[in-house]
């Protein structure tokens, strides 16, 4: 193709004059383009890129699009950012009801009162119960707790944090000497180097290098109390991997620390909190009734009252309050124009909510279940709002599996193992000791009866079987067994019957199933009910022996839940 059309611009020579001397300087020759005719027609942005001689791949990178440049840094660089989010995301936690709201909401769906687990070794049930209720350093809370607000906590900041160590003094009836300290994300720097062996510290964690993590580089002590541990400093120390459980939502394939789930929220919140507080302005505006006090003209006014100065007088009307607006003192001959502020726009709730709506969407949680306002949903809507949460749910629980509760069983049955309150099977692999699946407590029903059969009717169809039913109802299936045939127990001896656990009623007059007449007055059946609680009492302390005579051995006999 060839080049564009050029003229030649005349060289004609300049003349200077030095010392006397004429020289003859010639100009310099450029070449001029020569600009289509056709090119005139078309915009001014389209001409650009054509004279550039590069068309923009996507209209977004147009400059007619206006949109801003931003830059792209990668995963690590990213997380440089993530404190200042951590920081403002605390901060809307504590002063917004909306963001408080919806943390809240998300953990009572995702964790409740923590999950429970269902291992195929049953004699570790009683020691996980006897664990759950000792695992805080403190005994401030139980394990299920601990887990909420540590997921409420990563999601807040971006990354949740728990520290197993063995205690030093272990309190006397402490069974297992582990606890697990909850830890807050700030503890965990932002830290990027490299160890002393070569390993890479990438954003407080160490790797090796097949990228496992070997080590988390803590502050001993939160760095926004003082920045001073009980030691003397606060430099972070290296703690092994398997002393710390990391649980975090990766935003990036290769993101090594989370980031708060409120990150696109807190835009809307923070023009949400300025659209407030000019309403609130203009209502305040409003509720300010203004009062006028005018002079009298040329009448005398009497100021023996006020000091006998017209200076007394301003004083006095400085001094004037008004309960629900203010005074304002007028000069003789003026008027007074009242200003006409309107009290709210006729748009204002629907905006709020617009915003609400958009709050909740960023953060994946329906705005009825933050806000409480389920005006106008119907049936239909509702359940295909459910089916999606339900969904958003699950897969948080997955992470949480993974990430938390897995890893704090291993710990668990290690440590088990190794103070001799577990012996594994003769016969069993070992990595089949640590197998366990975990049943999280269920979500309220939408319509109890309609859920429950149609549970009831895949069951029979043999779409699913009973035991993961019960599970999906947070349950575990062996212990609802074991509480049944407790209950069946009990109501045999005790001569009940009821729908669930059918027992024949005896006819008067003949002896009732534990063998005894069956009663007829109130002190006949006071007394008999005596002597029932007792027998009733020894054969379910028989039963619970024979059910768990191994844990009642070790003095850690523990009621099934």
């Given at each position: ?14 003349s200077?004059e030095t ?9 310099v ?16 942005s389209?001409m650009?890129?054509?004279m550039a001689?590069?068309?923009?791949p996507y ?6 699009s ?13 997380s440089?950012?993530?404190r ?5 995301a605390?901060?809307?936690f ?21 999950p ?5 070794f ?7 119960r006897?664990?759950?209720?000792q ?10 707790l ?17 520290h ?9 009836d ?10 807050e994300?700030?503890r965990l720097?932002?830290l990027t180097?490299?160890?002393?062996a ?10 090796d290098?097949?990228?496992h993590?070997?080590a988390y ?7 926004n ?12 120390v ?6 710390i459980?990391?649980?975090?939502r990766p ?8 980031e ?27 509720a300010?009734?203004p ?7 040329d009448?005398?006014?009497d100021?023996s ?15 004037i309050e ?57 049936d ?6 459910g ?7 699950e ?10 509760m897995i ?9 088990c193992?190794?103070?001799k ?6 016969g069993?692999?070992e990595?089949?000791h ?6 999280w ?17 895949a ?40 729908d ?8 008067p007059?003949v002896?009732g199933p ?9 002190t ?19 039963f ?18």
């Open positions: 193709m060839a080049g564009p059309k050029t003229k030649a611009i005349a060289a004609a020579p300049v200077t010392e006397g001397v004429t020289l003859l300087k010639p100009r020759r450029i070449q001029a383009p020569t600009i289509n005719r056709a090119m005139s027609t078309v915009g001014r389209e650009a890129t054509m001689g590069v068309a923009a209209e977004t990178a147009a400059s007619s206006r949109m801003p440049l931003v830059g792209n840094p990668g995963p690590i660089a990213l440089s950012y993530h200042q989010n951590a920081s403002l605390r901060h809307f504590r002063t917004d009801g909306t963001l408080r709201s919806a943390y809240m909401q998300l953990a009572n769906a995702v964790v409740g009162t923590g429970t687990p269902n291992t195929p049953r004699e570790l049930l009683p020691l996980w006897k664990f759950a209720s695992v805080h350093a403190g005994r401030r809370i139980p394990l299920g601990m887990i909420y607000q540590n997921y409420m906590g990563g999601e807040i900041t971006g990354d949740a944090l728990l197993l160590r063995r205690p030093t003094n272990p309190l006397p402490q069974l297992i000497p582990l606890h697990v300290h909850p830890l994300s700030e720097p932002y180097t490299r160890t002393s070569g390993n890479p510290v990438i954003t407080g964690i160490e790797f290098e097949d990228r993590r070997t580089w803590l502050h001993p002590v939160h760095p109390d003082g920045g001073v541990s009980f030691t003397g400093s606060n430099t972070p290296r703690f092994d991997a398997a002393d459980i990391h649980s975090f935003s990036r394939e290769e993101a090594e620390r989370g708060s789930r409120a990150v696109a929220a807190m835009v809307m919140l923070w023009r949400l909190h300025r659209y407030f507080d000019a309403e609130m302005e203009r209502k305040k505006l409003v300010s009734v009062g006028f006090l005018k002079d009298k003209g009448e005398m006014i100021l009252a006020y000091g006998g100065s017209a200076e007394g007088l301003r004083t006095f009307i400085d001094e008004y309960a629900y607006g203010s005074l304002f003192h007028l000069p003789s001959s003026t008027d007074v124009i009242f200003p006409q502020v309107v009290d709210s726009s006729g748009n204002a709730s629907i905006f709020t909510k617009l915003m609400m709506l958009i709050v909740c969407a960023s953060m994946g949680i329906p705005y009825e279940l933050v806000s409480g306002d389920w005006g106008g949903v119907t239909r809507v509702a359940s295909i709002q089916g999606y949460f339900k969904t958003f749910v897969a948080e629980r997955a992470r949480l599996n993974y990430q938390t890893p704090l069983w291993h710990a668990f049955v290690q440590m193992t190794i103070n309150l577990w012996e594994p099977p003769e069993v692999a990595w089949r640590y197998e366990v699946e975990w049943s407590p269920v979500q309220s029903y939408k319509h109890p009866v309609q859920d429950i059969q149609a549970k009831l009717e069951m029979k169809a043999g779409l699913v079987d009973r035991d993961t039913l019960i599970r999906e109802l947070g349950y575990d299936p062996e212990t609802v067994d074991i509480q049944q045939c407790l209950a069946m127990e009990r109501a045999r001896i005790l001569g009940h019957h009821y669930s656990h059918p027992v024949e009623a005896p006819a007059g002896l534990n063998g005894m007449p069956v009663a007829s007055t109130p006949e059946k006071s007394e008999q009910q005596e002597r029932v609680n007792e027998i009733a009492a020894k054969q379910i302390e028989n619970l022996a024979e059910m768990e005579a191994s844990e009642a051995d070790r003095g850690i006999l523990g009621n099934p839940r």
